[in-house]
């Protein structure tokens, strides 16, 4: 039997599971300025609004799970939150982030619209807990070393706080050394609990560690595993999106180029009314 997934308000500006239409959580994986970040959230509003798409604002103002030292971080948390209410204010655009540790979430939760889970930290009770207790949408990444059966546990420590506003999102599997697998059963699996999921398309196609130093990624298979998340009934597909891809600060080998954004969503639109 098919579940209709709760819905949940963003920032009272739309609503999303439910019945509701595709939605879009996307954009930079790392906050590179504040002229890219401004950049690329109106691109990306702009081909939203045309498709009638929800969308959620993404960047990470701290990428601090980057295989070498010596990687691009981002602005860090002060100025990234500035940042990130700037794009929220002036384009009046809700905002995601990734929070790292339980002493950020206070601060974060004033700006963030959506606090996310990181998928390496989604079994960090205390990071959980406290993000759930904030009482804003929680976005959850599934670790790619979990089970989608196993999430289960992780939705119980956000609920043991009241907080009911959970997104789920589906990254992809570790399958031996630098690969992850995106199994389609992780859709249907999560939905039974109740919640809206994601397929994270620019993740699931990642090659952790693959270059050494830094992750690869082969960005070509992105539309293959957004249509096919959504077409086993994810309700909105989350994309790492950039102007120039190769000159990225992070995750260059698994970001979707913005001139092919357009193009993408629009048959996601189609494939989530069929």
Do not use: W
Not at 251 to 257: A, P, Q, V
């Amino acid at each position: 039997m098919s579940i209709v997934p709760k819905e949940i308000k963003i920032n009272n500006k739309f609503k999303i599971g439910g019945s509701n239409p595709l939605f879009l959580i996307g954009g930079p994986c790392v906050i590179e300025s504040q002229e890219h970040t401004f950049l690329m959230a109106k691109e990306i509003k702009k081909i939203c609004e045309d498709l009638q798409i929800s969308f959620i604002f993404k960047a990470s103002y701290d990428k601090a799970n980057r295989s070498s030292i010596k990687s691009y971080r981002g602005p860090g948390f002060e100025r990234g939150l500035d940042i990130l209410k700037n794009i929220k204010t002036d384009l009046d655009i809700p905002v995601l982030s990734d929070v790292h540790e339980t002493n950020q979430i206070e601060k974060a939760a004033h700006v963030l619209d959506v606090i996310q889970i990181p998928a390496f930290l989604c079994r960090q009770t205390d990071l959980v807990v406290e993000a759930a207790r904030a009482q804003k949408p929680l976005n959850i990444k599934k670790g790619q070393f979990l089970s989608p059966y196993e999430i289960k546990n992780i939705v119980d420590k956000a609920l043991s706080q009241g907080n009911e506003n959970i997104i789920l999102t589906e990254r992809g599997t570790s399958f031996g050394y630098n690969n992850l697998v995106f199994d389609v059963r992780s859709i249907p699996i999560m939905k039974r609990l109740g919640f809206p999921v994601v397929i994270d398309a620019s993740h699931s196609i990642q090659k952790p560690g693959g270059e050494g130093t830094s992750s690869g990624g082969e960005a070509e298979f992105i539309p293959f595993i957004a249509k096919a998340g959504i077409s086993v009934g994810a309700d909105g597909v989350f994309l790492e999106v950039h102007d120039n891809p190769p000159q990225a600060l992070s995750d260059s080998h698994n970001s979707l180029i913005l001139n092919k954004l357009h193009g993408l969503l629009n048959s996601l639109v189609r494939l989530r009314k069929l």
